[in-house]
């Protein structure tokens, strides 16, 4: 199984860990944890690195 961590970029703080779905609504993303918790930022992803499970978005949270 492949979660990420996914970061902000402007700051590099870890907004989510271990998700294992990002959904694209717009400008918003819908995040989603192995547990089935969610959270909704806007914004955009900016990078996807598989090999070390890190997402890069830039978002305003």
Same mark, same amino acid.
């Given at each position: 199984? /492949?979660?990420?961590?996914?970061? *902000? *970029?402007? %700051? $590099?703080?870890?907004?989510? *860990? @271990? +998700?294992?779905? =990002? $959904?694209? #609504? !717009? %400008?918003?993303? =819908?995040?989603? %944890?192995?547990? !089935? #918790?969610?959270?909704?930022?806007? !914004?955009? =992803?900016?990078? +996807? %690195?598989?090999? @070390?499970? =890190?997402? *890069?978005?830039? /978002? #305003? #949270?």
């Amino acid at each position: 199984m /492949c979660l990420a961590t996914v970061y *902000k *970029k402007s %700051d $590099d703080s870890v907004i989510f *860990k @271990n +998700v294992s779905r =990002i $959904d694209v #609504e !717009g %400008d918003t993303l =819908i995040l989603s %944890d192995i547990m !089935g #918790e969610t959270r909704t930022v806007k !914004g955009s =992803i900016l990078m +996807v %690195d598989l090999a @070390n499970s =890190i997402v *890069k978005v830039n /978002c #305003e #949270e």
